[in-house]
């Protein structure tokens, strides 16, 4: 049984439409993402995953239906939802630290508290080094160190990440998945990855929710009970790999 079982609901999306017009997107989308969970979400090209992820951050407003936080009405005035953009997201006229530090001053954090907790992220992401440097001396990868960075620093009610690897080669990707792990497991923090990647969806996440295509429902979960480090070999990596494709692939 998967560990997410024993852990109480963080946020609850209840009957989630999105309509633009007369096109319904979104339908009726009910589910639960439950406290320090690392969630998946995959899904056919143009099912509207990214119109998911904008309604979860209030970045739309839902049609019809509601995301709670903690029981209450999810309010990115009261609320950390941080985001992790498919595009590099840095401030070109800020450095790696003013940029990761920036939603914490957006929140207003004490500013003992902000240097020890930015301090602490720039260590756990390995940019201690490159702190005070521009986003345009710096590689890709880094860039979206900073990303992420900022995204857990606030210590997030919860994280979304939209496909934020989906541009970079294998080798890079892999190692920054590694990464992501690793500070998931450091923070526990609550997060929804989206990618149109099977196999990234298998090596990260705890469960998978797979959509169908619009007017995009949730089709099946897929629980992902594997141990870490995973392995792309094993069979039963492998097995679920199949699962989670074929579910995709017919409709």
């Excluded at 990868?141 to 919860?158: G, K, L």
């Excluded at 892999?174 to 990855?193: G, H, N, Q």
């Excluded at 705890?206 to 995009?216: A, D, G, H, Q, S």
């Excluded at 009970?225 to 679920?240: G, K, M």
Aim: net charge neutral; proline share 6%.
């Amino acid at each position: 049984m998967s560990e997410v079982a024993n852990k109480k609901p963080k946020v609850v999306v209840k009957n989630l439409t999105k309509k633009f017009g007369e096109l319904l997107v979104l339908n009726d989308i009910s589910f639960s993402v439950y406290e320090g969970e690392f969630l998946c979400i995959v899904g056919p090209t143009g099912c509207g995953k990214t119109t998911f992820l904008n309604c979860l951050s209030k970045l739309y407003a839902p049609t019809k239906g509601n995301i709670y936080i903690d029981g209450e009405v999810a309010d990115p005035k009261k609320h950390n939802i941080s985001f992790v953009f498919q595009e590099p997201s840095c401030m070109p006229w800020r450095t790696v630290k003013q940029n990761v530090a920036y939603g914490m001053e957006i929140k207003k954090v004490p500013k003992e508290e902000l240097e020890e907790r930015l301090e602490k992220i720039l260590e756990l992401v390995g940019l201690t080094s490159c702190a005070d440097l521009y986003p345009n001396q710096i590689s890709a990868s880094m860039e979206q160190r900073v990303a992420i960075a900022r995204a857990f620093v606030v210590n997030p009610d919860i994280l979304l990440m939209d496909e934020p690897y989906g541009q970079l080669d294998i080798k890079l990707r892999y190692y920054l998945e590694d990464e992501l792990i690793r500070i998931w497991k450091e923070l526990k923090s609550t997060v929804i990855f989206v990618t149109h990647n099977i196999e990234e969806a298998v090596y990260l996440a705890e469960r998978i929710l797979v959509l169908t295509n619009k007017p995009t429902t949730i089709k099946e979960e897929v629980i992902v009970d594997l141990p870490r480090p995973r392995d792309f070999r094993d069979p039963q990596f492998v097995a679920i790999r199949k699962r989670v494709t074929d579910l995709i692939k017919w409709w």
